[in-house]
């Protein structure tokens, strides 16, 4: 037993304690250089075709109204039930594309006792541009199994049947390429709280926002401006902008009060009134025009 004991004590002491982990290993040498990938398109993506012919000045005709001969349309006006305003596409997205953000905050519609006008759309169509391919942005504008353009409703018309893919094709290009961006022709300021219904008073009454509009053609040349206007415009609005009045006002107290619009008037036309698209294209002589515009001592209100 003795012998037994000797043993065990001898094999415990040749084993011994648990060594400590030893340290990581060196990292090998670097593998080969893996083949190069292709190259890629930038976004968003190969420009198609169609694109490129598109007519970028029709497109913006085709905004205001898409079935006319300026639009590349029929000429024929659709014969339904419902208001044009409810399948133009500047009544939902307003002329400068920016829905209730914009020009339009302060435009009532269905859900705010307008039935002739449809609500204005809270999407922001200049992001849009910036999220969407040209496939995707021309996808959305067919927008295919939508609404009946004759339904008097807020959402988007089915116009894969009534808008050629030629004249689609234009509407986008419209909007990467035509629109003028906002800022370079004024400033708006809009204020107070969003448009809705305020039910504490009996009868509710609708709240609108402030909007002000304000440094109108501040980067334009008014001098340039003067010129531009005498040689595109005076013909018909005459001299000061009084002879041809609009809606009851001079083209300067229409311009002063309505930045937002006159320009998109100015560059794509207004079908059916004799006003041509093109008059005036680049931005830089928009800038001029507004300048020269919104002075009011050479462009006046009515008589």
């Avoid at 619009?261 to 059916?272: C, D, H, I, L």
Wanted: glycine share 12%; proline share 7%.
């Amino acid at each position: 037993m003795k012998a037994n004991i000797v043993v065990a004590l001898i094999a415990l002491a040749w084993m011994g304690c648990e060594g400590d982990d030893g340290q990581p290993g060196l990292q090998g040498p670097m593998g080969p250089q893996g083949p190069a990938g292709e190259n890629g398109t930038d976004w968003p993506g190969t420009v198609p075709q169609a694109y490129t012919d598109a007519d970028g000045i029709a497109g913006g005709a085709a905004y205001s109204k898409w079935w006319t001969v300026e639009a590349a349309g029929s000429g024929t006006a659709p014969s339904t039930t419902a208001s044009s305003e409810f399948y133009r596409c500047k009544s939902c997205h307003a002329w400068d594309g920016l829905g209730n953000q914009g020009s339009y905050a302060n435009r009532t519609g269905q859900s705010t006792g307008n039935l002739g006008r449809p609500d204005v759309s809270g999407v922001n169509l200049r992001s849009s541009l910036a999220a969407e391919s040209y496939l995707e942005l021309f996808n959305l504008v067919r927008h295919a199994g939508a609404r009946d353009i004759d339904a008097v409703d807020n959402t988007h018309p089915d116009y894969a049947e009534l808008l050629s893919d030629s004249q689609v094709w234009n509407l986008v290009k419209f909007m990467r390429e035509e629109w003028i961006d906002p800022s370079d022709l004024y400033d708006l300021a809009v204020s107070g709280p969003a448009l809705h219904w305020n039910y504490s008073v009996n009868p509710a009454i609708i709240v609108n926002p402030t909007m002000t509009y304000s440094n109108i053609g501040a980067l334009g040349n008014e001098a340039s401006g003067l010129t531009l206007y005498a040689n595109a415009c005076a013909s018909c609005h005459g001299a000061d902008g009084t002879t041809l009045p609009i809606g009851g006002s001079s083209l300067g107290s229409v311009l002063r009060s309505k930045p937002y619009e006159v320009w998109f008037k100015v560059k794509f036309g207004e079908p059916g009134t004799g006003m041509e698209p093109g008059l005036v294209v680049s931005t830089a002589d928009m800038q001029d025009l507004y300048a020269a515009l919104a002075n009011p001592v050479n462009f006046p209100a009515m008589p």
